[in-house]
């Protein structure tokens, strides 16, 4: 894949067991970037263009960003939703007797319940598995002990719930060391995700690494 800006004259070629590094020195142009990136994402028309064999692909199927590791949540809307989509799935399918009875004792208990008050209620228990989750705050365990494990479980329930294939990180080396940076990359050169590190000034290049500047005065650097 390819990830192409004409307005910055940006040309990365993602590959595979790769990190991207991308280094904009401007600090106007950095959050600039950020911010035309996160509108992609979010589905807004954008100058950059992702390609894969000369097809181009929509950036918001194919990208996340994440801008705070720290804010990281496996529990967000979206991911949510698909969760609950694969579990109800499986109780329609491989848990159907245990389901068929749950219902049964849920529709008892409710009769029982409604009997006890002298004005006419009514219930629909049709459909309402999906909601039994919510009820008992079914969730991914966000506890994780290091900053590390929090983005590596992060990713990884992006990859498998939202098909996301890249992830953009801003900053990133502001706050991991070496070694933990490339637990990071070892991981997703595992999962075959790539990472696209959005970083404002040069930290210096690590083993794994392609390193694309953008310097103050709008002029690209490539450090292979």
Known sequence: MR???????????????????????????????????????EGEPGTFILSE?????????????????????????????????ELSNIMNEE??????????????????????????????VEGSMPG???????????????????????????RQFCAIKIIFMVNLKLYLTQAELMEVYKYVFYEKISLILLENSDKGKLQGESVCILDKDMCIINVE
């Open 132 to 158: 039994l989750l919510k009820i008992c705050h079914v969730a991914f365990d966000n506890r994780k002990d290091t900053l590390v494990e929090n983005i590596i479980n992060y990713i990884k329930v992006l």
């Open 53 to 85: 064999q000369d097809a181009i692909k929509t950036i918001s199927k194919e990208a996340d960003m994440i801008v705070n590791p720290f804010r990281v949540d496996c529990n967000e809307k979206r991911i949510q939703q698909k969760l609950f989509q």
């Open 3 to 41: 990830l192409v800006s004409g307005e910055y004259g940006i040309d990365m070629e993602i590959r595979e067991n790769m990190v991207n590094v991308l280094v904009i020195e401007a600090p106007n142009v950095f959050s600039r970037v950020i911010e035309e990136l996160m509108c992609q994402i």
């Open 95 to 124: 848990l159907v007797e245990q389901t068929v009875y749950l219902q049964g004792r849920i529709i008892s208990y409710l009769e029982e319940l409604l009997q006890k008050v002298p004005y006419p209620l009514d219930f629909d």
